[in-house]
């Protein structure tokens, strides 16, 4: 991991002009592939579809229309921001455009730490189906073990370099593709137990009360798909043209990505033989269940291979886009270790020590899940309140600058729209936020209720005391604030808009 340490270049320079040391190695269709990788239909459902069945039975299904509507909305502002600011490292460099230098430094804490443990979620999910493939009885060890083979794996390609990047992106846009609609038709076409109407049977999950808190936690499966189109802005400077690329992208990953995720979920629901088995717990693994009873142990290893195929493309896709947001970090002397974590290597065009930290966290969370009794179910919810967290400060970020006179400059924009969108796509996010937060669990204690709130509890107050003991969101010459016009007598980005 050698690389020179060179001047720290303002992070707010055009994609493209001199101070971006990152090459334009990335096409349209690799950028998008990138995004739909990161938020993989088939990672998933594959990783949840079982929890959401016993939360909230075949219904749950309608979680993903509801969540890719509210996430859509989101991904439009984005590609509005993002179009005027095509900046390695996403939503901190926005944040920091559209507010100021504390919000942006927050915004970009709260997502680095979402998106590590992302990292962890993905690569935990896997474990069971590596197990598989190679034939091993799948235990809480050996699935932290294939946690930890994968993400090594994922970080060695990612050293590669962006080409290397690019062509994971798209081999596992492909493995995608087949484990989504091939083995979706195979199951349709041979294995169908039930009609569409399974859709709207709860199966007696909500008890004798209303069905919506049953829905409301089976929703997890939707919230935890639709995100990784911002993966899409985080490498906006390895893009040609990003003010017109990235946007569509970010729309393509939605629709795309969440009507593949969508016909997966829809195979398997139809394909499944006894639902109360799996409501009461008795069937534990209910896709495994499905694939080997539909393809035998020799086909359903072969789905296993495509499966991991995608499980490591979406962990190479979160460690790419975690690497450039610690990279922008450092750049702009944002963070701790900022010399060595700012350090490129450019034979490569990788930031070397950012990408380490972006596979050493996430393998230190995985040995940390063994003090978990429910260790999948606790890291993905805290990954989604993270990741939606800062999703909705960049949300919140963009209509205060609105609301002050930002007219968004870039090559799309949503014009009269842009207030109306801003506004929804706020209101969805605090909902999400609600929802996956909300303790549901009366019989356990209090913490082991309330340890998703309480993990970002943490993230957010170690956070601020970082900032205000170390300073170190002052540092840096990037731009701050400066969406905001200046008033008369004040320069723009220097005054408290600059330092907000």
């Known amino acids: 991991?050698?690389?020179?340490?060179?001047?720290?270049?303002?992070?707010?320079?055009?994609?493209?002009?001199?101070?971006?040391?990152?090459?334009?190695?990335?096409?349209?269709?690799?950028?998008?592939?990138?995004?739909?990788?990161?938020l993989s239909p088939v990672v998933g459902t594959y990783t949840l579809f079982g929890i959401a069945i016993a939360d909230g039975g075949p219904p749950m299904i309608w979680a993903f229309l509801v969540a890719g509507c509210g996430q859509f909305l989101v991904?439009?502002?984005f590609g509005e921001i993002v179009a005027q600011y095509p900046i390695a490292g996403g939503v901190y460099p926005w944040a920091r455009r559209l507010w100021g230098k504390r919000w942006a430094w927050m915004t970009g804490w709260v997502y680095m730490w979402a998106l590590l443990v992302t990292i962890t979620s993905v690569a935990y999910g896997a474990g069971p189906y590596i197990a598989i493939l190679f034939g091993f009885r799948a235990t809480v060890h050996t699935t932290v073990l294939c946690t930890a083979v994968l993400i090594v794996v994922a970080i060695l390609i990612n050293y590669l370099g962006?080409?290397?990047?690019?062509?994971?992106?798209?081999?596992?846009?492909?493995?995608?593709?087949?484990g989504a609609l091939v083995v979706g038709v195979y199951l349709l076409a041979t294995h169908r137990h039930h009609g569409?109407?399974?859709?709207?049977?709860?199966?007696?999950?909500?008890?004798?009360?209303?069905?919506?808190?049953?829905?409301?936690?089976?929703g997890i499966i939707g919230l935890y798909q639709y995100y990784g189109f911002e993966a899409c802005g985080d490498t906006a400077e390895e893009v040609a043209h990003p003010g017109r690329?990235?946007?569509?992208?970010?729309?393509?990953?939605?629709?795309?990505?969440?009507?593949?995720?969508?016909?997966?979920?829809?195979?398997?629901?139809?394909?499944?033989?006894?639902?109360?088995?799996?409501?009461?717990?008795?069937?534990?693994?209910?896709?495994?269940?499905?694939?080997?009873?539909?393809?035998?142990?020799?086909?359903?290893?072969m789905v296993m291979a495509v499966v991991l195929i995608s499980f490591l493309s979406c962990t190479i896709s979160l460690q790419a886009a975690a690497g450039r947001l610690i990279y922008s970090y450092a750049r702009d002397e944002m963070i701790v270790g900022h010399r060595l974590l700012r350090r490129f290597v450019h034979a490569r065009a990788v930031p070397s020590w950012a990408l380490f930290v972006s596979a050493a966290v996430p393998l230190l969370i995985a040995f940390a899940s063994l003090l978990s009794e429910d260790a999948l179910t606790n890291i993905v919810s805290f990954a989604i309140l993270g990741i939606y967290g800062s999703f909705q400060m960049v949300v919140l970020a963009a209509l205060r600058a609105r609301l002050k006179g930002w007219k968004p400059a870039g090559e799309f924009i949503l014009g009269r729209w842009g207030l109306t969108v801003n506004i929804a796509a706020l209101v969805?996010?605090?909902?999400?936020?609600?929802?996956?937060?909300?303790?549901?669990?009366?019989?356990?204690?209090?913490?082991?209720?309330?340890?998703?709130?309480?993990?970002?509890?943490?993230?957010?107050?170690?956070?601020?005391?970082?900032?205000?003991?170390?300073?170190?969101?002052?540092?840096?010459?990037?731009?701050?604030?400066?969406?905001?016009?200046?008033?008369?007598?004040?320069?723009?980005?220097?005054?408290?808009?600059?330092?907000?």
């Open 75 to 77: 991904a439009l502002i």
């Open 245 to 301: 690329v990235i946007p569509r992208a970010m729309r393509r990953t939605i629709y795309i990505g969440g009507s593949a995720a969508t016909f997966t979920c829809m195979s398997l629901l139809l394909s499944v033989t006894d639902f109360n088995a799996i409501i009461s717990g008795e069937q534990a693994d209910p896709v495994v269940d499905v694939l080997f009873d539909a393809m035998g142990e020799t086909g359903a290893r």
């Open 162 to 178: 962006t080409k290397a990047l690019s062509a994971a992106a798209l081999i596992g846009f492909a493995g995608e593709l087949i």
């Open 428 to 500: 969805y996010g605090i909902l999400a936020i609600i929802n996956i937060c909300w303790a549901r669990t009366p019989e356990k204690s209090w913490w082991e209720n309330w340890i998703v709130l309480l993990c970002g509890g943490v993230v957010v107050g170690t956070g601020l005391l970082y900032m205000f003991t170390t300073h170190h969101y002052g540092r840096g010459e990037a731009p701050a604030g400066d969406a905001v016009p200046a008033k008369a007598g004040s320069k723009s980005g220097g005054g408290p808009a600059g330092e907000g």
């Open 196 to 218: 569409l109407g399974v859709i709207f049977d709860t199966y007696g999950v909500e008890g004798d009360g209303s069905y919506l808190p049953a829905f409301l936690a089976a």
């Open 1 to 38: 991991m050698t690389g020179t340490q060179p001047p720290a270049p303002a992070s707010g320079v055009p994609s493209g002009e001199p101070g971006s040391e990152f090459r334009k190695d990335m096409g349209p269709w690799a950028n998008f592939a990138l995004g739909f990788t990161y």
